[in-house]
């Protein structure tokens, strides 16, 4: 599991990112969360590729969501990925955290800034306050992708994004998590930090692009014990 060192300073703030094995093992995921601290449950959503921001709730079905947003304690919340980025975004002062997935889909269609906003104006949380970590993300030395993905980042962003498209061989590439960040530094968030390797390449997790249909998933949560 790998954490980010700031944040395990943090008191009672708890979070990390599994990579497939700890996902594999962990049946239901409340092992891992376990492990050292006493678990807490855990909130996931049913992740759809879209934009829509809601507030965890423990005690009813889960939502359609890609993010998912925590105010008070003792319960965390979760999303699952394998090459999208997974993105906790924390507001130390407010206690207040979101797990975010966002694949190239959700990202285009704003659903980092979404995230934001939310944490603005529902749970008081000023942007240049949050503090972001993205997570094992497809990178782009493997991310190659077809022009209607940049379209689709520039039809609502215009060239906010440039920094993170690549081309090599007249093959399109993009890095997704510089383009999360950028996303999120356009909207005020600018404490970003990176973790762990590409999916595709690096040991140890799942990954869509390389194993397809039947890829597994990790798992990466935030919340306040
Ligand atoms: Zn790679």
Redesign the pocket.
């Known amino acids: 599991m790998l954490t980010h060192a700031p944040w395990t300073a943090i008191a009672g703030l708890r979070h990390g990112f599994l990579d497939r094995a700890e996902y594999m093992r962990s049946e239901g995921w409340q092992r891992p969360l376990g492990s050292r601290d006493a678990p807490l449950p855990l909130v996931t959503a049913r992740q759809v590729h879209g934009t829509r921001v809601v507030a965890a709730d423990p005690g009813v079905p889960p939502p359609e969501a890609d993010a998912l947003a925590i105010a008070g304690s003792g319960f965390l919340v979760g999303v699952v990925t394998a090459d999208c980025a997974p993105v906790l975004l924390v507001s130390p002062a407010r206690r207040a955290a979101v797990a975010v997935h966002a694949g190239w889909r959700g990202a285009a269609a704003g659903v980092l800034e979404a995230a934001v906003e939310y944490l603005h104006t529902e749970l008081g949380a000023a942007p240049d306050t949050l503090e972001a970590v993205i997570g094992p993300t497809?990178?782009p030395?493997?991310?190659e992708v077809g022009d209607e993905v940049r379209k689709a980042f520039e039809g609502r962003t215009g060239r906010l994004t440039a920094p993170a498209w690549s081309v090599r061989a007249r093959r399109l590439y993009v890095d997704l998590r510089a383009a999360a960040r950028l996303l999120l530094a356009g909207v005020a968030v600018t404490t970003t930090s990176l973790l762990g390797?590409?999916t595709?390449?690096?040991a140890g997790y799942s990954s869509y692009r390389r194993d397809g249909a039947g890829a597994g998933r990790q798992l990466s949560f935030v919340g306040w014990a």
């Open positions: 497809i990178g030395c493997c991310y390797p590409c595709a390449c690096g």
